[in-house]
């Protein structure tokens, strides 16, 4: 399903959702998703929370696959550690640039008020703020924990289950997570846009997940991203 607009046909799509949800692994795939359709995109990194994976060191890879990429490069932050995770000037100003946006936002409750810090987040008709669930994931664990968590985020406009146990991940796992967090976001009043799972699983679920919502086959680019 795509999350489109009555206004417009442009995509701007936020990915937030706790500490080891996938958030960055769907925002990369997602944009790659859209520009293998033909789109333009710009992909934002700003997780600027104490990331311990950045888009740094994929960034030249992702613009080879015709990716705008706003993000630090590894050379621009040498040596400064954490301080290395300010947010890009240019990044401020992302939502005025043409074509689809994707935005890597930095995990849990103070990933979300990164948003306050992005020009024009509020008033964009277009943005739409996706949390992603890892049902696996100890605070997101259950209907209620994930009622809870979601509450604490402010504005939030759609779930995707990107429920995994790493390596271990089988259709069962996922499919679980699907109905956990199709019951959350029944509860919250809020659609479901996508299922995710890695090429070699998605393939076995099929094309939707058990509760009809649509598989996304994702590959993994992040463990190859510690900055």
Not at 28 to 41: C, E, K, Q, Y
Not at 81 to 91: D, K
Not at 115 to 133: F, H, Q, R, Y
């Amino acid at each position: 399903m795509e999350v489109r607009h009555n206004i417009s046909s442009r995509i701007v799509e936020a990915y937030i959702g706790e500490y080891a949800s996938g958030k960055s692994e769907i925002a990369v795939n997602r944009a790659i998703m859209l520009a293998r359709g033909g789109h333009r995109v710009s992909l934002v990194d700003l997780d600027i929370v104490e990331p311990c994976y950045t888009l740094r060191p994929i960034k030249k890879q992702l613009m080879g696959m015709g990716i705008d990429v706003l993000a630090w490069e590894t050379r621009e932050t040498l040596g400064l550690g954490e301080v290395g995770n300010i947010m890009r000037p240019a990044n401020r100003w992302a939502l005025k640039r043409p074509g689809d946006i994707i935005l890597d936002i930095g995990y849990g409750v103070e990933g979300s008020r990164t948003l306050n810090l992005l020009e024009g987040a509020g008033t964009d008709p277009d943005l739409k703020i996706m949390v992603v669930v890892n049902v696996s994931r100890p605070m997101t664990s259950s209907v209620d924990d994930i009622v809870e968590y979601i509450g604490q985020l402010g504005r939030v406009d759609a779930l995707v289950n990107n429920t995994h146990l790493g390596d271990e991940t089988t259709p069962e796992v996922i499919q679980e997570g699907a109905k956990t967090v199709a019951r959350a976001a029944a509860a919250l009043g809020l659609p479901v846009v996508a299922t995710t799972a890695v090429e070699e699983v998605a393939e076995k679920i099929g094309p939707k997940d058990c509760m009809g919502n649509q598989v996304w086959a994702i590959r993994r680019y992040m463990p190859h991203t510690l900055w």
